[in-house]
């Protein structure tokens, strides 16, 4: 069993709607939890952080943290073509590891 | 403000040489990470310092030896390429402050072993 799991998808969206993306952990200790976008070619770049039970709201996106199912999603309002990316559930462990999922590739289409 | 600055960024090697590859930050973070990224993978660690003296092996160490020079400096090396090694190579740096905070990247260097 993989540490971080995530829909590989492909996933699609029309432009407007909303892209929901899901990542599983592993590790009950756990203690960071990030969504990085990544575009082709390209270095990850922080979306979100999470480190408590909850949602967290930054503009379009939404993070959601829930540590009794070891499960962190991400959603994505009002999508955009620029959205368009692979997305990768980050996670630090209790031995401060950082390991990631095989990423969701997400497509938004005009 | 340069982050994190990996060299170099493009390399080939044929199987059996060795190599070094280079990596700092200049945010005075404690913990830095060496990832691999092939496709459909996602990105896979390979050794991790959780502070300046220490470090660990991660999911693939398999091959590859690192060294953590001093808090800024964080090198991979591999000592006799092969093909399976293929692949883009990310250096990342974060600090715990007390819990991990985001990572940030280098601009990676793609490596092809023939």
């Known amino acids: 069993q993989k540490e971080v799991e995530q829909n590989s998808g492909p996933l699609s969206v029309p432009e407007g709607a909303i892209a929901s993306l899901n990542c599983t952990y592993s590790?009950?200790?756990?203690?960071?939890f990030f969504w990085y976008r990544q575009y082709s070619g390209k270095s990850p770049e922080l979306i979100m952080s999470?480190?408590?039970?909850g949602d967290k709201e930054d503009g379009r996106f939404t993070a959601q943290l829930n540590k009794a199912s070891q499960y962190v999603s991400l959603l994505i309002r009002d999508s955009q073509p620029s959205d368009s990316a692979t997305y990768l559930c980050?996670?630090?462990?209790?031995?401060?590891?950082?390991?990631f999922g095989a990423g969701t590739r997400l497509t938004v289409k005009p | 403000n340069a982050g994190v600055t990996q060299t170099p960024k493009f390399q080939v090697l044929k199987t059996g040489q060795s190599m070094t590859l280079q990596c700092a930050q200049d945010?005075?973070?404690?913990?830095m990470y060496w990832y691999r990224q092939d496709p459909g993978m996602g990105l896979r660690l390979i050794y991790y310092?959780?502070?300046?003296?220490?470090?660990d092996k991660g999911e693939v160490p398999n091959g590859y030896n690192v060294s953590r020079l001093n808090k800024r400096e964080f090198s991979l090396r591999l000592e006799s390429a092969a093909p399976s090694q293929t692949s883009v190579y990310f250096c990342?740096?974060?600090?715990?402050?007390?819990?991990?905070?985001?990572?940030?990247f280098g601009q990676g260097t793609r490596l092809t072993v023939v």
């Open positions: 990342a740096s974060s600090e715990r402050a007390p819990v991990n905070t985001e990572a940030f």
């Open positions: 590790d009950r200790g756990s203690q960071s």
């Open positions: 999470i480190y408590s039970n």
């Open positions: 980050a996670v630090t462990r209790n031995n401060n590891d950082m390991r």
């Open positions: 945010m005075n973070h404690n913990s």
């Open positions: 310092s959780a502070s300046e003296g220490t470090t």
